[in-house]
């Protein structure tokens, strides 16, 4: 279970990234994102991951991952392990996006507690 409990984490760092992904990318985006996700979840600091697909509303995204850090140096350390791994196993991601028709918005994220 994740825990985003801004208040009492208020170091946790998110990793959300927004997809567009054509249905015959589905196959290999989706082998792709288990492959990475089953490589993140052994790095220091990693506190969970979830996908989402749209199921309405505007806009081209239909699937947003999201990932939990315990902290902006996990996160940093994360990036430069993913790169790392990428390189070791002859992934190019970015090829493979422009390959599939797959369309990426990546980013790090903090929350903002919202203050009643």
Same mark, same amino acid.
């Given at each position: 279970?994740?825990?985003? $409990?801004?208040?009492? /984490? ?6 959300? $990234? /927004?997809?567009?992904?054509? $249905? ?10 288990? +492959? /990475? ?19 309405? %509303? ?5 699937? @947003? ?7 902006? $140096? @996990?996160?940093?350390?994360?990036? @430069?392990?993913? %790169? &790392?791994?990428?390189?070791? /196993? ?8 422009? +390959? ?10 903090? &929350? ?5």
């Amino acid at each position: 279970m994740i825990s985003m $409990d801004v208040v009492k /984490n208020p170091g946790l760092r998110f990793r959300i $990234d /927004n997809f567009t992904v054509p $249905d015959a990318a589905r196959e290999p985006f989706e082998t792709a994102m288990r +492959r /990475n996700f089953a490589f993140i979840q052994t790095l220091p600091g990693f506190q969970g991951h979830m996908v989402f697909e749209k199921t309405g %509303g505007p806009g081209s995204f239909n699937i @947003a991952t999201i990932a939990v850090w315990e902290s902006q $140096d @996990a996160i940093d350390k994360a990036v @430069a392990e993913v %790169g &790392a791994f990428y390189k070791k /196993n002859g992934i190019d991601m970015p090829a493979m996006l422009k +390959r599939y028709g797959i369309k990426a918005e990546l980013g790090q994220f903090s &929350a903002l507690p919202l203050k009643e």
